[in-house]
């Protein structure tokens, strides 16, 4: 039977301010991308987050992101690759900590945002990513987009890496996601977003901002937390893998 991993980013409330709708989401999902504090989430909803996760039975990983708070950590920065590695280990400290202390587990670790697309381009900011993983636990998984120099490198250096494709994102012809700057980047409609989700699982394939056809082949699809859509494309999701035989599971 082919399955497929759905994740989703969670836990990026901080304060007084909601992010997601994390509570109504997690039933329909296999891993939880857990903010680390530095583009979301806080200590508070890190451990609610982490919680949930365990209620749920789905898979606890860290998504660590640039320190940008007020950018939601969707802003580029340029940092020095040592400033980058103890940032992705403080982060994923936090996580590693949090989740053992609460009798789970961290399992891997996705970047954020600015952070994932830069890495999904630049062997320096990649292999900054992972020394910072590695320097707290060599057995984490990293997650990654599909086809990029993320899962290249990865696998070059011999650590175990999940490739990632998006539900609710479009896609440039080279593979790359869509600029959230452009009109039509982030997919809204439950229809196309849970479409482009079984194209990946069925056939391996998803079609282009240009209307081209391009290859990728993923262990786990991402909805997005902040999408106000999420919950009604998980909702598709669901019932197109369930029509065509395909489970929905952890990678790890």
């Known amino acids: 039977m082919k399955q497929i991993d759905i994740n989703c980013d969670m836990g990026e409330s901080f304060g007084n301010f909601r992010v997601g709708n994390d509570e109504a989401v997690f039933p329909y999902i296999t891993s939880a991308n857990i903010a680390c504090g530095f583009h979301g989430g806080d200590p508070v ?23 940008d708070l007020a ?36 399992s891997y670790v996705k970047p954020h945002g600015a952070l994932y697309n830069k890495a ?8 900054a990513i992972i020394k910072g993983i590695r320097a707290i636990d060599p057995e984490l998984i990293f997650m990654g987009l599909a086809g990029s120099i993320m899962e ?29 700057a452009k009109e039509g980047s982030v997919l809204g409609d439950a229809e196309v977003a849970s479409d482009q989700v079984l194209s990946i699982a069925k056939d391996h394939q998803l079609t282009a901002s240009n209307g081209e056809v391009l290859e990728v082949h993923a ?34």
Do not use: W
């Not at 909803?45 to 860290?62: D, Q, R």
């Not at 280990?89 to 053992?100: D, F, H, L, T």
């Not at 999904?120 to 292999?127: F, I, L, M, V, Y």
């Open 152 to 180: 290249e490198i990865a696998k070059s250096e011999g650590m175990p890496f999940a490739a990632e494709a998006f539900a609710d994102r479009r896609y440039e012809p080279n593979g790359r996601l869509m600029s959230r």
């Open 219 to 252: 262990q786990s699809v991402c909805i997005h937390g902040d999408n106000p859509s999420a919950v009604d494309i998980l909702k598709a999701i669901d019932e197109k893998l369930a029509a065509h035989g395909i489970a929905k599971q952890s990678f790890s």
């Open 45 to 67: 909803h890190m451990e609610k987050t982490i919680l949930n996760a365990l209620k749920y039975g789905v898979k606890i990983g860290a998504h660590p992101g640039y320190p």
């Open 71 to 106: 950018g939601f950590g969707r802003r580029t920065m340029d940092l020095k690759a040592e400033e980058l590695t103890a940032i992705i280990k403080y982060q994923v400290s936090a996580i590693k900590g949090m989740a053992e202390s609460l009798g789970g587990k961290l």
């Open 120 to 127: 999904s381009n630049s062997e320096q900011e990649t292999r």
